[in-house]
Structures are given as C-alpha cells and as structure tokens.
C-alpha cells in the first residue's frame, strides 16, 4: 500500500511568531501515529532549524508551494497567501483542509478548521467546504498539557510569563519586575521567542532578583507549564495550552486577530484585556496566585487532533 503524504504550508517566523507551526506540528504529529508521513513548506527560512529538529523535513515554501507536493493532503496554515492558491492545489491533493481563524475570506478548500474557542460562533456560510471543523472539541493541543492538569495538586507561587513568538522580551520585562518586586517568595519563568535576541535590559533584571528569575530563550512549554500555576502573556496559542494544564491565565490582546479569543476567554471567566498594560496583568496574576482552587469550566476534552485526522481519513476513503 502507498504511504500517505501530508503536506503543510505554515506560515511562522519573525513576521508571523510561532503558533501557526505550533498547531500544525501537533497536528502533524497526530497523522504519524497513523504512519503518514508529514513535511513542512514554510515562509521564513529563520524556523527550518527549529521544525527539523523536531523530526520533521521542512523546506522554504515559495509561491504556491507546489514544487513541494504531489501530496495526498495539503494543510494550509497562515493570514497572508493567496487566497486562490487551494485553488490550484486541486489537482495536486486528494483533501486540502484550510486553518482559519476568522471567517472574512472563503477558501477553495475541503476542510475548514478553525480550532479556537470561539470558532463555533463565526459564520462560515460563505465557504463552499465540504466539511467545517469549528470550535474547542477541535483544538489542536498536545496532549501532554492535558496531562499536566490531571497531575497538578496545588497552587505554587511560581509564574510564566510568555508573549509568543515574536516577542524579544520587551512586553514581558515591565511585568517580570512589577512581579517580582512585589512578590519576594515568587518565582518567574520567562519564554523569550527563540526567533529574537533578547533585549539587553534583561541581564540586569537577572542579576536583580537573581534565582527568582529563570530566563529561557525558546523551550518545550510543556516542561514549563509543569512547574507554573499562573501564565501572563498574550491571547494566542499558549493561553489554549495553558486552559489544557490547568493553569490559570491572565492575557491580552497584543495583536487584532487575538480580539475574538480575548472576548470568548472572557465569556468564560477568564481575565483577558483588549490592550496590554503591564500595571493591571501584574496586580491581577497576584491576586490569581493567593485565589487557591480557583478556576474556569473545562472548554475541551483535548482530543481534537484525533477528531481532525479521523475526518481527513473520512473525507479521503470517498475518493
């Protein structure tokens, strides 16, 4: 039997962070269980390093990204191609599926997946699709987040701060210090985009507070949500992680396409601002981390990669 060929053309780099790739290596992931074999096209030749060493082959992703393919199914991940460019993939692929976010622009595709909170509430009549994936029961999450919260037993007076993948750490210092000196008995892990070279202002914040403060320049964030109770950053990917470990969040909107998850976050309890203001996420993680037991209504199972794949195995036994 032929193998199966999965194609993704992800956009991700200094322009675009970090969480389109995030998403679709845990998709990609899933597919290998099944014994497909997954490859990467992305935009930016900064990230090809970082998906190869993850197992995966990745190439630099020009125009349309058929000098990539043939491929059995091609997955379309990003905010700035072409919108016609599934359109010319169909004599390339067997299923195309299209990652969107936002529902402002139909896409020739088989699959429409929008994974986020809120992706149930857009309105997708406009789309031709042949099957629509939308909401949280389709959440592409590792799984070993939702493992971190089945483990986790108590509140710790440890704190992540993480503003993704196109940050250097300038969003994040102001807060780091404001939580640091206020809080002496806490500690702070911060993410700093491993795509950016941290601003220098970091070094003596370091040698400030010392072994209160853990610096990492790009990590698995499962290994750090493991140790942490609270996440302050922003409202992309890492907050859906966050919701999966059990970890309470405080985020912001540091981009426009982060609004709706911001409004959905709150729907649920969540403390999520339109606008970043280091002074409020600082007084509101400290008032999280003494509210002991606190928490928010489960939003998912965290079985949405099975959910996707199941589908495109679906989609491709009808021909």
Known sequence: MAETRALFLVEAGRRSGLGHLRRMQVLARTMMQENWVCRFGVDDASVIDNITQTGFDAYLWINDGIDLGPADIVVVDGYHYDPDLLKRWRDHCRVSVAVDDNADRPLAADIILNHNIYGHQLNYSAYSAIRLLTGPQYCLVDSRFAGLADERQEQRQRLLVTFGGTDDGRYSLSIVRGLLSQRRSLVVEVVISPLRQPCEKWVDLRNEFDKRLVIHHGIDMVDVMGRCS?????????????????????????VGNQRRNVEALRELGIIAMD?????????????????????????????????????????????
């Open 275 to 319: 606008h970043y203001d280091a002074k409020e996420m600082v007084k509101a993680a400290l008032v999280t981390l003494d509210c002991a037991g606190a928490g928010y209504k489960p939003v998912s199972d965290w079985r949405g990669p099975d959910r996707v794949v199941e589908e495109i195995r679906l989609l491709m036994s009808k021909g």
């Open 230 to 254: 609270v996440m302050v950053g922003a409202a992309g990917v890492s907050v859906v992680e966050a919701l999966a470990a059990g970890i309470l969040p405080i985020v912001c909107a540091t």
